[in-house]
């Protein structure tokens, strides 16, 4: 029963700290990601537009996209 104890401690360290770090790496995508969306809607139009639907949203980075290359 020592043995069990002995490995299992260790390998349950090693899940949280992976299980951690996935979702501080994830969140701050998250974060970086809805930084960007909003310094570029603020310099597009002028201002932050909140009405825009995520389809047109779409469609707008598409467009962008398509027009780079």
Known sequence: MDGVKQLALP???IVAAAAVTFYVVSFSELREKSFRDLEASK???G???SSLSSRKR???RKAEKDAKT
């Open 11 to 13: 390998v349950l360290g």
């Open 43 to 45: 310099y597009e139009n």
């Open 47 to 49: 201002g932050f537009d």
């Open 58 to 60: 779409r469609a707008r």
